[in-house]
């Protein structure tokens, strides 16, 4: 955990650990048991690098500065150059600071009982979205998780496995592949394109996003972390392509409106009261946002102690590279992306993936200690 977030979550557990003094009662296991994530590749630790897919990141220097885990700065199928939040997540919580994937063949029960990452990088809430570069839709995701909540009771018995499944902290983020590699790159004739405005499209994902959160809820979730939007005008891939290098205002638009949604179905969703449209059963719902992180980094770098945001790391340009374009072999790579957001062109490096779990840490997750 890093020392920030030590400091800033010290006065929450002080508190904590006052309250079960003066009750005298013992303190209670841990309060998250396991995080299971679902998403695209800014939550991905590996599943794509077992099915067939161009989108992959299982080499150099992809996971060139991760320290931690057998085999330190080897690349893990994780779109970075070293941790992911849902990592420093984990970790925060008191727990494994790697989450697993789930198609990893070397992780086992023992290590997924304590954290399990069924995202695909790619995918999105539309199913046409993963269908793009085949990796796993959203729905796909979910029957894996069915198969582990079936591989758990095995493993734990039907009475742990409910109570991991219950206490378990669910973290769900995508939606960035639906606008940028479908509905703004799609032909005209593409259905997301020609079939709806943007809002309209919004609808629909939101329309899944809340399916999706309610067959978790059906299979045991109680405590859900629903993500929203970035600022994907901000992405170095979107202002390579802008006048003079700047974010792309539709793109950011088109975020904050989705977003403002989001908002909306999660304080439905924990309204508590099933006939009010929320999940009832004490589940707990929180929304995690992306946007106003990076957004202040972008607009501010040296506060946050960055240096560059406009392009990333990887590559000669840091407009474009990513994926197989960001190789071992790519020139003028930078040697300290410490002092980057991003590490290609679309994703965060691994300091930018820690501010933004510390920053959620402290804003929302907290709830969960």
Known sequence: MSTTLRHSLLPIILL??????LSGEPAAAAKVPAVIVFGDSTVDTGNNNYISTLLKSDFSPYGRDLRVGPGGGQPTGRFSNGRLAVDFISEAFGLPPLVPAYLDPNADMASLATGACFASAGAGYDNATSDLFSVLPVWKQLEYFEEYVARLQSFQGDDKAKETLSKALYIVSMGTNDYLENYYAMPSGHAAR???????????LLGVAESFARALHALG????????????????????VAPGGTCTEEYNAVARSFNAGLRDLVARLDAGEVDDGGLGD??????????GPVEEVVADPAAHG???????CCGATGRFEMGYMCN????????????YAFWDA????ERLHRFLADRKMNTTLYVFL
């Open 16 to 21: 904590q650990l006052h309250v079960v003094l």
């Open 282 to 291: 004490g589940a707990r719902v929180v929304y995690g946002d992306v946007y």
């Open 346 to 349: 679309i994703h965060p490096t």
């Open 194 to 204: 020609s079939a709806t405005s943007a809002s309209e499209y919004a609808g629909y």
């Open 328 to 339: 071992s072999a790519s020139p003028l790579t930078c040697e300290d992306a410490g002092k």
């Open 306 to 312: 960055f240096e560059v945001v406009g392009v990333g």
């Open 221 to 240: 979730a109680r405590k859900l972390d629903l993500n929203g939007l970035p600022p994907m005008g901000c992405l170095p891939l979107e202002r390579h």
